[in-house]
């Protein structure tokens, strides 16, 4: 009955993403992709110098990418997640508390839907994308989730970098409130930024090696994973740093399949990335597939006029893929990025 009551407070989506700062500059930031229904999701690369409009009608934003970049695709009408070749990590979390800002009828805007691309192809550090996005008043414009018309995504973003440093942007009533430094290495989902940071005042009461949270809330999962992505082995081994944070986020995951006819829309982990941002290694893993594959961004062609490049691996990742991956993607056209209106 309590593990029944503990699922039954799930949200729909529960995502968890961390920021492992090991030994020697190893830094790696990995991320869960739960989802209550099947997603469609393949890797693109995406090279310098493609022009981008924001997808947000007349007054959207314009730019053309400086970095290119390794993207994780959400139904191929958005990118939810990816590294640049800077090492700047942007991934998309469902954050329930979300409400985007009214038009203006003034202010420049951008979908949600490229909302973490503009990051990847524009900054090299958090820090810069950080000033800039002080400095640029953007609305961003939600649009419907797939498959569940009239209802908006309401999502926050969270950025790293190869340096540790970390930024989450949320909504909130409207207004942008960002969260940067070091210090913000686990994100879940609700409540907002700043009760999470109340919450983990909370629990570092506790002696954590006694007694952790262990319901599937984003709230405990936001401990749990606290907690562990800094006791876990901290090596500058790439394949050991890797595996500690595959396994931390694997504790943070939702249980494949999970079904309680009382509680309809609880989310399931569909997939995992894991981006080493020393090493420029980007690794997935399916939760339907028994291999972890990975993809090395410094044999990706990334110069201005490359082709475009996908990495085709179905619903929920389904494809299955071991070891190094680079020379799987092929020629693709770009998808385009869903608007919003």
């Given at each position: 009955?309590?593990?029944a009551?503990?699922?039954l407070?799930?949200?729909?989506?529960a995502?968890?993403?961390?920021?492992?700062?090991?030994?020697?500059?190893?830094?790696?930031?990995?991320?869960?992709m739960d989802?209550?229904d099947?997603?469609?999701?393949?890797?693109?690369?995406?090279?310098?110098?493609?022009?981008?409009?924001?997808?947000?009608?007349?007054r959207?934003?314009?730019?053309?990418?400086k970095?290119?970049?390794?993207?994780?695709?959400?139904?191929?009408?958005?990118?939810?997640?990816?590294?640049?070749?800077?090492?700047?990590?942007?991934?998309?979390?469902?954050?329930?508390?979300?409400?985007?800002?009214?038009?203006?009828?003034t202010?420049?805007?951008?979908?949600?839907?490229?909302?973490?691309?503009f990051?990847?192809?524009?900054f090299?550090?958090?820090?810069?994308?950080?000033?800039?996005?002080?400095?640029?008043?953007?609305?961003?414009?939600?649009?419907?989730?797939?498959?569940?018309?009239?209802?908006?995504?309401?999502?926050?973003?969270?950025?790293?970098?190869?340096?540790?440093d970390?930024?989450?942007?949320?909504?909130?009533?409207?207004?942008?409130n960002?969260?940067?430094?070091?210090?913000?290495?686990?994100?879940?989902?609700?409540?907002?930024?700043?009760?999470?940071?109340?919450l983990?005042?909370?629990?570092?009461?506790?002696?954590?090696?006694?007694?952790?949270?262990?319901?599937?809330?984003?709230?405990?999962?936001?401990v749990?994973?606290?907690?562990?992505?800094?006791?876990?082995?901290?090596?500058?081994?790439?394949?050991?740093?890797?595996?500690?944070?595959?396994?931390?986020?694997?504790?943070?995951?939702?249980?494949?399949?999970?079904?309680?006819?009382?509680?309809?829309?609880?989310?399931?982990?569909?997939w995992?990335?894991?981006?080493?941002?020393?090493?420029?290694?980007?690794?997935?893993?399916?939760?339907?597939?028994?291999?972890?594959?990975?993809?090395?961004?410094?044999?990706?062609?990334?110069?201005e006029?490359?082709?475009?490049?996908?990495?085709?691996?179905?619903?929920?990742?389904?494809?299955i893929?071991?070891?190094?991956?680079?020379?799987?993607?092929?020629?693709?056209?770009?998808f385009?990025?869903?608007?919003?209106?």
């Open positions: 009955m309590t593990a009551a503990a699922l407070t799930a949200e729909a989506q995502c968890t993403r961390v920021v492992y700062q090991g030994p020697d500059g190893r830094i790696l930031t990995g991320r869960n989802f209550k099947p997603m469609i999701s393949n890797f693109w690369v995406f090279p310098r110098g493609m022009k981008r409009s924001g997808a947000a009608g007349p959207s934003v314009e730019w053309t990418s970095f290119g970049s390794l993207a994780v695709s959400g139904y191929d009408i958005s990118t939810v997640d990816g590294m640049n070749e800077a090492g700047l990590n942007a991934s998309l979390l469902w954050l329930n508390a979300t409400k985007f800002p009214e038009d203006d009828g202010t420049s805007r951008m979908s949600l839907s490229i909302w973490a691309q990051y990847l192809d524009q090299a550090t958090v820090s810069e994308a950080v000033e800039y996005t002080r400095a640029h008043p953007v609305q961003v414009v939600s649009g419907e989730v797939p498959g569940r018309p009239g209802s908006l995504a309401p999502l926050h973003l969270t950025l790293s970098d190869a340096t540790g970390s930024a989450i942007l949320e909504w909130i009533d409207g207004k942008l960002i969260h940067h430094g070091r210090a913000y290495q686990v994100v879940t989902n609700d409540p907002p930024y700043d009760d999470q940071l109340v983990q005042k909370y629990w570092s009461a506790v002696d954590s090696l006694k007694f952790l949270p262990g319901s599937g809330r984003s709230e405990d999962r936001f749990r994973a606290g907690f562990y992505i800094n006791t876990v082995t901290q090596s500058d081994d790439p394949r050991v740093a890797a595996a500690a944070v595959f396994s931390v986020i694997r504790n943070a995951s939702a249980p494949y399949g999970v079904s309680i006819p009382e509680a309809p829309n609880l989310s399931t982990t569909r995992r990335v894991v981006a080493d941002q020393k090493s420029m290694l980007f690794y997935g893993e399916s939760a339907t597939s028994p291999n972890v594959f990975w993809v090395d961004l410094k044999k990706l062609d990334f110069s006029g490359a082709h475009v490049r996908k990495l085709d691996l179905g619903v929920d990742m389904a494809r893929l071991a070891g190094e991956a680079s020379d799987q993607f092929a020629p693709a056209k770009p385009d990025f869903m608007e919003a209106e």
